[in-house]
């Protein structure tokens, strides 16, 4: 099993920059990529980026493609999530998930671990 813990949420004004962690815990060994997803109220969870455990590969998406990026710290056992040029569309429950294996990981099934969220919202 492997438990994940967000933080770094809160209130951010449009144009503004966060940081999103995600500590990793348990069998870490068997984390194939770590992502993040995020929901708006009333939305499904939909993908923001993905990057593999080992290796250089992150994917995006389209909505945060120029304004995020995602690392880690191996070390660490966390992935981070930056964001800069904040939107109010960026508001949302955002959650960490952590894949086994190789999959279709833009897409929430590829994923076998889940953090509880953590909320960020974007004020004009």
């Known amino acids: 099993q492997v438990q994940l813990v967000e933080s770094g949420g809160g209130l951010v004004q449009a144009g503004g920059s966060l940081r999103l962690s995600c500590a990793a815990s348990?069998?870490?060994?068997?984390?194939?990529?770590m992502g993040w997803f995020r929901q708006a109220a009333g939305k499904e969870r939909e993908f923001v980026a993905t990057?593999?455990?080992?290796?250089?590969?992150?994917y995006y998406a389209d909505s945060v493609k120029g304004r995020g990026t995602i690392s880690r710290d191996n070390a660490k056992n966390t992935v981070y999530l930056e964001m800069n040029s904040l939107k109010t569309e960026d508001t949302a429950v955002y959650y960490c998930?952590?894949?086994?294996?190789?999959?279709?990981?833009?897409?929430?099934?590829?994923?076998?671990?889940w953090g509880q969220g953590t909320q960020v919202s974007v004020s004009s």
């Open positions: 990057l593999k455990w080992s290796g250089d590969s992150t």
């Open positions: 348990g069998q870490t060994s068997s984390i194939y990529a």
């Open positions: 998930a952590a894949a086994r294996t190789w999959g279709a990981l833009r897409l929430a099934p590829a994923y076998d671990y």
